[in-house]
């Protein structure tokens, strides 16, 4: 019996509770255990509480906290929303995956690449985000968000923009199994590829659900839903996108042997049925992985991740760097992540809009008085 003891003794040692209950209730309900040695309870004053941010360890002052958050937003501002998988985002419609991507898209049709006229180079964004009733631009989003990122986020964003390119999109074509699905998405994030593809083949989105595979890359990505290859390859063309269907046959070029450094699109198709024959009439070049082995093919994530790596290393070799984009691209970009880095960014930007439109009637109303002012002081000496 008194081993027994010893060893419930000492397991309650080991548990530290946390707990969102008043310091005074907690004092309270510590005191009522003091006739018991063997348990302690450790306390967390609400002065002083750390939180999780993707890795880094952070404490955060409530006191300061509150004097930097809007009164409608909570001190869980900070924390990184995860909760929409790539099942869910697949099932929407494609409205509300442009819903997800936070500054205007260029004007055009729902995935926002179509009845302009071509680009010289293909960037998505306009330097515009609604906020409330009003406006901002890419630096304005930034000085509103600054205050409340990490500068250890901060920099993890800025590394990633400056690798960023939409020089190279992969397109997944009619794949059945949602785990391939998210491991082409993490792939593509990690080389810096910012732009994704999904057609859907027969209507079908049922995917199953592997979101841990991703690591939840699909939240950084540009996510464009089609409904058929043609329509997503017409508008691929029509902005400088030549399209490079994986297959193993006679006129299959080695990815060794494909120039990556212009504007290509890198389509996967079907894990068991592979690319459709439509796709395969309507791309520009068939590319193949060599094999070395008895199998002669790739899983589909594997393949998908194979080019999309040489087609980066090609690319650095000949131009010096993937990441291709123009310093007011970089901007805008860092600008769309700080508003997806969590759902009570749009919240502050709302709030920065609200303060600026306050300022701006302010000033109106100071040179409207001072207009008056003036008009009054030469009718009177006249």
Not at 36 to 56: A, C, D, M, Q
Not at 94 to 100: P, Q, V
Not at 156 to 168: A, G, I
Not at 223 to 245: D, P
Request: net charge neutral; with cysteine; proline share 3%.
């Amino acid at each position: 019996m008194s081993a027994c003891k010893t060893l419930i003794r000492t397991s309650l040692l080991c548990f530290e509770f946390r707990t969102r209950i008043p310091y005074s209730s907690i004092l309270h309900f510590s005191s009522s255990l003091a006739l018991h040695p063997g348990l302690r309870l450790k306390t967390h004053k609400l002065s002083s509480i750390s939180r999780h941010y993707n890795g880094v360890e952070g404490a955060i002052s409530m006191e300061h906290l509150v004097g930097m958050v809007p009164q409608n937003v909570t001190p869980e501002v900070l924390q990184d929303s995860r909760k929409d998988a790539i099942e869910v985002l697949l099932a929407k419609d494609k409205d509300d995956i442009a819903r997800l991507m936070k500054f205007e898209r260029r004007p055009g049709n729902d995935s926002g690449f179509k009845n302009y006229h071509k680009p010289s180079r293909w960037f998505p964004y306009l330097d515009d985000v609604k906020a409330g009733d009003m406006c901002l631009n890419s630096a304005e989003v930034l000085e509103a968000l600054d205050p409340y990122i990490m500068e250890s986020r901060k920099d993890r964003f800025l590394n990633v923009v400056n690798n960023r390119s939409y020089s190279v999109c992969l397109v997944v074509e009619g794949l059945s199994d949602f785990g391939n699905v998210s491991a082409a998405f993490r792939s593509a994030d990690a080389l810096g590829i910012q732009s994704v593809h999904v057609v859907s083949r027969d209507g079908s989105k049922r995917y199953k659900d592997n979101r841990h595979v991703s690591m939840g890359a699909e939240k950084w990505l540009d996510i464009e839903l089609w409904n058929s290859t043609k329509e997503c390859f017409e508008i691929l063309k029509s902005h400088g996108y030549r399209i490079a269907t994986t297959h193993l046959g006679m006129d299959a070029v080695s990815l060794y042997d494909v120039d990556w450094s212009c504007p290509t699109a890198i389509v996967v198709g079907n894990e068991h049925r592979g690319i459709s024959n439509e796709a395969l009439e309507l791309s520009d070049l068939h590319c193949s992985i060599p094999m070395r082995g008895m199998v002669d093919s790739f899983n589909v994530s594997v393949a998908a991740g194979l080019l999309m790596h040489h087609a980066v290393y090609d690319r650095t070799s000949r131009m010096g760097c993937h990441g291709d984009l123009k310093l007011e691209e970089r901007q805008i970009l860092l600008a769309e992540f700080y508003l997806r880095h969590n759902t009570n960014s749009i919240s502050i930007a709302n709030e920065y809009a609200k303060r600026k439109a306050a300022r701006s009637g302010n000033f109106t109303g100071v040179v409207a008085a001072s207009i008056l002012h003036v008009v009054g002081v030469v009718a009177a000496s006249m």
